[in-house]
């Protein structure tokens, strides 16, 4: 199907629709017949001309997720000039996007368990998590090899680090009380910076310790 501007635009329209409509309901219910009433379309029939099946559909709202989430991070990651600047921006974006965007974190979690890779295999935690644990890794190297970060494995600070903020994330997404986001930035900011700088570098004041 050619890209025109207007599809699209009405492809962004039912991915939103989509989101809403699973966050609210959950992956089962959210039929194309819910989400045509929640898109304001006459006809399931718009769905269909965009999208095969409903396959194709949560695969496009989970890269659309991904990509503006990781469009969100990156910007405010832009506008460091050192490793442990940068890496305190990620922190600090990842959970600032989880707390603004429920319905995007709601969607997610319902269609994880029937997500499915190209060859049918169900995605896993570890994969999914995969290429930000690789980000970081590079990041992580980064700020050693400049003297920003002590020496540490950056694989394994990596998964750690990615471990934090995905705890974060189902906590919000179950619907879990008694966490603080704000709370849990500041403490997680302190904690990675302290596991990461450099001994002889002295804690900046202000925005946590990285």
């Not at 910007?75 to 965007?101: F, I, P, V």
């Not at 966490?179 to 500041?186: H, I, K, N």
């Amino acid at each position: 199907m050619e890209r025109t501007f207007t599809n699209t635009a009405r492809r962004a329209q039912i991915v939103r629709a989509a989101v809403e409509t699973i966050a609210e309901l959950g992956y089962a219910k959210a039929s194309f017949a819910r989400i045509t009433e929640r898109a304001g379309f006459s006809s399931p029939r718009m769905i269909s001309y965009h999208f095969t099946d409903k396959d194709e559909l949560i695969h496009e709202i989970v890269r659309e997720v991904m990509a503006e989430a990781a469009r969100f991070v990156v910007g405010r990651m832009e506008g460091e000039q050192t490793a442990s600047g940068k890496l305190r921006a990620y922190l600090e974006a990842n959970l600032r996007y989880l707390r603004d965007h429920p319905r995007e974190m709601a969607a997610l979690t319902e269609i994880g368990p029937h997500l499915r890779d190209g060859a049918g295999e169900p995605y896993t935690s570890q994969s999914a998590q995969e290429p930000s644990v690789r980000g970081l890794e590079e990041l992580l190297t980064e700020g050693q090899r400049s003297g920003d970060f002590r020496d540490f494995d950056p694989r394994s600070m990596a998964v750690l680090i990615r471990g934090a903020v995905e705890a974060a994330a189902q906590r919000l997404r179950g619907g879990a009380h008694g966490l603080d986001l704000d709370a849990y930035t500041r403490e997680l900011v302190t904690s990675v910076g302290l596991a990461t700088r450099r001994s002889e570098s002295p804690a900046p004041r202000g925005r946590g310790v990285l």
